[in-house]
Structure formats: structure tokens, C-alpha cells
């Protein structure tokens, strides 16, 4: 038999309701904080493609001169290590 409805007093609908309600702020709260690793993931994705820059500038700022360098050595008649 169904209790009947008495105003102020909770009832399986109201506590249903309360139940609903702590999921979704608790949802709400783990959305909440996946923002912050989302965001930090992008500005690590975006330095390391900085940083791919900036390798590939180097090495081809490098080549000539590493050619250059094993030249002399090969003309000086050390071995290399």
C-alpha cells in the first residue's frame, strides 16, 4: 500500500530527486575537473611542437658545420671516439 502524499514530509519521489540531484553535481564536478588536464595537455602539444621547431632549426644549423668538422679531423689523421 502507497503511503499517502503528506505536504513537508519526503517521500520516494523526494529522495529520488536529492539522488538525481548529487549525481549530477557530482558529474558536473568531474567534468570540472578534466577542464584543467584538457588544457594543460594543449599547451604541452603545442611546446612540443615548438620544441620539434626548434630541434630541426638547430640540426640544420649544425650540418655544415659537423661536415666541416669531420673534414679536419679525417685531415689530421686522428680517428674518431
Do not use: D, F, K, N
Request: aromatic share 4%; proline share 7%.
Amino acid at each position: 500500500m502507497v503511503p499517502p502524499y503528506i505536504p513537508g514530509v519526503p517521500g520516494r519521489a523526494s529522495v529520488q530527486l536529492q539522488v538525481m540531484i548529487w549525481i549530477y553535481v557530482a558529474v558536473g564536478l568531474a567534468l570540472a575537473g578534466l577542464v584543467p588536464v584538457a588544457v594543460l595537455t594543449a599547451r604541452v602539444l603545442v611546446a612540443i611542437r615548438g620544441l620539434t621547431r626548434e630541434i630541426e632549426r638547430a640540426t640544420t644549423l649544425l650540418e655544415p658545420v659537423q661536415g666541416r668538422l669531420g673534414a679536419v679531423i679525417a685531415a689530421s689523421g686522428r680517428a674518431e671516439g
